[in-house]
């Protein structure tokens, strides 16, 4: 088979590719016609660079569903690894490709892989890229919430540093601990650091602690901008407890846990109050007359 030159990746730094094959640069372009011909003549779908690429591996950082689905009806191995550790579906997330993260989990791929030093899961990939449909089908296909990441911590904290906030929001629904914490660092502190008021307002309305301190020993709020709403959002909090009506909202959710979502729909109460606890009104409901309006 004819080798082209080499070349670096653009996505996960994996350097040089000394021996990238016509199947690769196939896979890589979308070229399906030429990947069917190929594959006719016997070409190994799992034939690996010197950094243990393999062709479906290019197919899905790409984002070509066509070429994945030919690989994979041709054998492709759906959880070969990178020698970085990186599966055909963590590239997949990392391309925000859901056709291919569809596509890799009905041919079994792990939505769990082992976490190395060198690659994220594919659930803390999809929070970086930031698209919330991926994330809700790898939550959805039982995706680790507390994945824990030795650069990111874990995805909720890499959601918030990109402010991300749909997926930080699906993160929160499914039931990731909103006060975890990396080397005592919560997602509320990375928000305000960075000052975005609806990603502190999210993690705030599902239970973030603003008095929780890092190891330096500051709270949120002291890494807020002076004089900036998030900053003034955050004092407030600290000097005014949640209201008894989200403080109940939020203890119901954490005694139901990860199955919150599925059990609240099938409690006998009003539609009303279902739909309070999950989050789909307004957050200014108020109790009148002894019930929730």
Known sequence: MAVTPARSSSLHDL???????????????????????????????????????????EACLRAHPHCARLLLEAGAQVDVRTIHGSTPLCYACSSGSLECVKLLLQYG???????????????????IQGNPEIVKLLIASGAQLEAYDVHFGPPLHIACAKARVECVRELLLAGANVNSSKFHETALHLAARLDTPDVMELLVEFGANAHSVDNWGRKPGDYSPPASPSCAYLRFYERNPLSLQQLCRIT????????ATAVIGLLDIARRIQSYLQFCHPASLEFQNGGLI
């Open 15 to 57: 350097g040089l590719w000394a021996d990238r094959t016509v199947l690769h640069e196939a896979a890589s372009h979308g070229r399906a016609l030429q990947l069917i011909r190929l594959i006719e003549s016997e070409a190994s779908v799992n034939i690996v660079t010197v950094d243990n690429i393999t062709p479906l591996h």
């Open 109 to 127: 791929a792990q939505v769990n892989p082992s976490l190395t030093a060198l690659t994220a899961s594919p659930l803390h990939e999809a929070c």
């Open 252 to 259: 119901v959710r954490r005694a139901l846990g990860t199955s």
